[in-house]
């Protein structure tokens, strides 16, 4: 009796493991597809771009961290730079000039209205500038480190800076404008979260709810006819693989095997992406051997980049060359006399070489220095950056070969941070450049940045100090001659390559992800008009750009 | 009374000991809330020294010592005033939590109801009808499912139920477009949004209670009373639920009190499974944040509840079972 219950027991449990393993198995060979929401319509766009976890905050202050993405899109800057290929396209300021380095002045538009009627002024925009002087928390783009003051004469906005400053033109151009009929009543604009916006944008907000919202196109809108959106829908919560199967038409995110997951979801789905920064190796340069140059070249020579960026990127991103600009987008900048644009290839014996005029040999499959120690450090990343992690995991693998010890650290990202601020580190990697390229070596170069490791800086983490870069930045501030400014462009290229204060590796990409079922008109490698992320305020020029794709011709 | 008051005077040097813990703790990761939230940003690309004073310029950086701290956070909890959130900035803690909090006691609290009540009815029918299929069915299903990783049963069932047939909706706990109210359709929807979720819970808890009380049910049947009843010629249902069931459930009461206790504190990983708006994924995000104010609310308002259901069972056992007093 007992020995025929037990039996039954193990064949029932058999039966139930065996269901669940096929259950597991069959899961192996589904095929996803994308299920679109069957209740938005064809003049509706649905995007990813707002994400609130668990639910969404109604903060519609544009100048907020914590802002809802939206805001970018009601609020509008003077000028819309590409952060691709730097290029300024007129926005609120229909023209500007610079009489002087330590002069701007732009010229608004007149015919732009806010969304309750009210014209936009050259009053605004001074207001506005005077509003973020009042309160510096608001000021993330750091207009008031540049500027003196501010005064309007005529349909003219006069900007005069602190100092000769050329290059600050564009970060002037980035701050959104808001109406002063409004935002002079507010009494605290630090916490405001302007629930009800009012804004000059292509879009007023429409249903909102903690969910989800929505944005319906403004009639009056100063470029209405070059809007075929009629409302945008945001949901404040989604996964990848909701990336997949909502039906998204824009989306911004890296995704493995995007051809196999996003590509197979639709016949309709698109997607680009273009490099937006360089992953580099910062050495803490105030740690021994870093401060030695000739380590850091060993270092650089025994890296193989391919092999980098191909594990990193699931081979997405191409490798980075050692003058800090992104290819092909800054070619423009770059200087012809640096050998092969700048890319270092793997070349063990000069890497070797390297070493050794520091005192560095290989002792079997160590390479040692003359006090016999192996040289060893620790490479610091954040953790769940996975393509980071990856690409730290092929460095600690390719120095092995060269002898060097390579053990990884992965703090939480706020710890990463703060070790990389605090230069409590050894090595690590991080990003830079991007964008204009004056900004991004005055970040990467200028010792205005420098503080000894142990204190707290925002840029420069690896401490890099050089008079000669810093005569070259602070001329570039001075000069409003473009030729002068390649020249100096050019220079200090020479000095991130000869000196390598940190060492590139592969580019950081921007995830374009794009369906072209409803709109067309995204941005891509033969039309790269702008960045194609769908944040920030990139989006309110690809918005004029789309086109609908009418019932007849689908 | 002084068996009260003895737990009483427990419960309040636990509840002091979890308040400075809570304190504490958070401080103890390394970097700031600013670095969180520059970190964040910085995956976009390289953060410029303006937008890092700025965003440190709004989130304000704790001052004064770690002293004059814990004095003025003391001083907070007594006053129940949690300040602004962080990674909600300029949000009060006090609205992210009331926002959360109906979500996760809506859905936890009533699977975990369901869960020890279907549970419990199963396990006294189970060990009543010991050996049939009744009893063997139930119990190895029960053990069998319980055995899952939470997150694992939540990823195999959003898998197939949501995204391969389509049954059910993957994320969130309304439909986007839903407007929120207490209409019919908003509540058909709100259910429609929490099966997954509730299914995951159920499926992985009530294992437990059966199992629990269909062996607490076959300790007491062998008691002498069951059998004195027995041969009294009482009906069978009575002798299981008055008898018997009635004396098996106290350990699994226990259970049930502390489990009460924890869902407060959501179930973190089903409710980022499912993206569901709840406690439980709020302080998964108010963690990785760095997000103080938000993260000491919530810790205290789960410890404060454990520590509550601790002591109400303390007290409840201490009524039921004269034994414990002494």
């Not at chain 1, 959104?176 to 916490?191: A, L, N, R």
């Not at chain 2, 401080?27 to 910085?42: N, Q, T």
Request: glycine share 8%; net charge negative.
């Amino acid at each position: 009796m007992a020995k025929t219950h037990m039996l039954r027991r193990w064949r029932r449990a058999a039966i139930v493991g065996l269901a669940a393993a096929a259950v597991v198995l069959s899961g192996c060979s589904i095929q996803i597809s994308s299920q679109p929401d069957p209740s938005i319509g064809d003049d509706t766009m649905l995007i990813n771009a707002d994400k609130g976890n668990p639910f969404f905050t109604r903060n519609f202050n544009p100048y907020l961290t914590n802002t809802r993405t939206a805001s970018r899109w009601i609020y509008e800057p003077l000028i819309l730079v590409n952060p691709l290929d730097n290029t300024l396209n007129p926005w609120l300021a229909e023209s500007w000039s610079q009489p002087d380095a330590r002069t701007v002045v732009m010229t608004i538009r007149d015919d732009v209205e806010w969304s309750d009627g009210e014209q936009l002024t050259p009053e605004d925009v001074a207001f506005t500038f005077q509003l973020l002087k009042e309160n510096p928390s608001l000021d993330i783009k750091g207009a008031w480190q540049h500027l003196e003051s501010v005064e309007t004469s005529g349909d003219d906005v006069i900007m005069h800076l602190q100092g000769d400053d050329a290059p600050s033109l564009s970060i002037l151009g980035l701050t959104m404008i808001v109406p002063e009929h409004i935002w002079s009543d507010v009494k605290d604009p630090g916490t405001f979260r302007n629930e009800e916006p009012v804004g000059t944008g292509p879009f007023v907000l429409g249903n909102y709810n903690d969910q989800q919202y929505s944005m319906d196109k403004n009639p009056d809108y100063w470029q209405a006819d070059k809007i075929q959106i009629e409302h945008i829908i945001l949901p404040a919560t989604n996964t990848q693989l909701d990336t997949v199967t909502r039906g998204y038409d824009w989306s911004y995110s890296f995704i493995s095997d995007v051809e196999g997951t996003w590509g197979a979801a639709s016949e309709h789905n698109t997607w680009w992406f273009p490099p937006g920064g360089v992953i580099a190796l910062l050495p803490n340069l105030e740690v021994a051997p870093f401060d030695d140059v000739n380590v850091r070249r060993g270092i650089a020579l025994a890296l193989n980049r391919d092999e980098i960026a191909e594990t990193a990127s699931e081979g997405y991103m191409q490798p980075a060359g050692q003058t800090g600009l992104i290819l092909p987008n800054q070619e423009e900048y770059l200087d012809p006399s640096i050998p092969d644009g700048g890319m270092i290839t793997q070349d063990r014996e000069a890497a070797l070489a390297a070493f050794a005029e520091s005192g560095y040999t290989l002792d079997g499959d160590r390479l040692v220095g003359q006090d016999g120690e192996q040289l060893e450090f620790a490479l610091t990343t954040a953790n769940g950056y996975s393509d980071w992690t990856r690409a730290a995991q092929t460095v600690q693998r390719q120095l092995a070969d060269v002898g060097v010890k390579v053990t990884l650290k992965l703090p939480q990202p706020a710890g990463y941070q703060s070790a990389i601020s605090n230069g409590d580190f050894e090595m690590a990697i991080g990003g830079m450049g991007g964008g204009d390229p004056y900004q991004a070596y005055n970040n990467l170069l200028s010792s205005e940045f420098y503080v000894p490791s142990g204190e707290q800086t925002a840029n420069n983490f690896e401490r890099y100090r050089s008079d000669e870069a810093d005569a070259l930045l602070a001329e570039y501030r001075e000069t409003i001659d473009p030729a002068r400014q390649t020249e100096i462009v050019h220079e200090l290229q020479g000095i991130v390559y000869d000196e390598l204060p940190v060492i590139g590796m592969y580019y950081g990409g921007i995830w374009g992800l794009f369906n072209d079922a409803k709109f067309t008109g995204w941005p891509s490698a033969e039309d790269p008009y702008m960045i194609p992320q769908n944040y920030d305020s990139a989006p309110l020029l690809i918005f004029t750009k789309l086109e609908r794709v009418k019932g007849d011709d689908k | 009374m002084k068996y009260v008051l003895q737990k009483l005077g427990l419960f309040v040097l636990t509840l002091w000991a979890a308040v400075t813990l809570n304190f504490f703790l958070p401080r103890m990761m390394p970097g700031s809330p600013a670095d969180a939230a520059i970190a964040k940003l910085s995956q976009n690309g390289p953060v410029s020294d303006a937008t890092r004073r700025a965003i440190e310029a709004q989130l304000g950086v704790p001052t004064g010592s770690l002293w004059d701290q814990y004095v003025a956070y003391l001083g907070q909890v007594v006053r129940l005033d949690f300040g602004v959130s962080y990674t909600f900035y300029p949000q009060s803690v006090s609205s992210m939590v009331s926002t959360a909090l109906p979500y996760t006691i809506g859905l936890v609290g009533i699977v975990t109801v369901l869960a020890f009540a279907i549970g419990t009815l199963i396990g006294v029918t189970a060990a009543w009808r010991r050996g049939t299929w009744l009893d063997t069915l139930p119990t190895l299903t029960g053990s069998f499912l319980s055995t899952f990783p939470y997150f694992w049963t939540a990823l195999l069932l959003l898998f197939f139920l949501g995204y391969v047939l389509h049954w059910f909706p993957t994320t969130g706990a309304y439909a986007a477009t839903t407007t929120p109210g207490f209409t019919g359709d908003f509540l058909a929807d709100l259910l429609r949004h929490a099966v997954l979720p509730a299914l995951t819970i159920l499926l992985t808890s009530l294992g437990g209670w059966i199992i629990g009380m269909r062996n607490a049910m076959i300790n007491t049947l062998g008691e002498d009373y069951v059998t004195f009843a027995e041969a009294n010629g009482l009906r069978g249902r009575t002798i299981a639920l008055r008898y018997a069931a009635r004396n098996a459930i106290l350990p699994n009461l226990t259970g049930f009190g502390l489990t009460l206790g924890g869902v407060v504190g959501g179930s973190i990983l089903v409710e980022q499974v499912f993206q569901y708006p709840g406690i439980g994924y709020l302080l998964f995000n108010a963690v990785i944040g760095q997000d103080y104010p938000l993260m000491q609310a919530l810790f205290l308002m789960i410890t404060v509840s454990v520590l509550i259901a601790n002591f109400l069972v303390d007290i409840l056992y201490g009524a039921l079972d004269p034994r414990t007093r002494r």
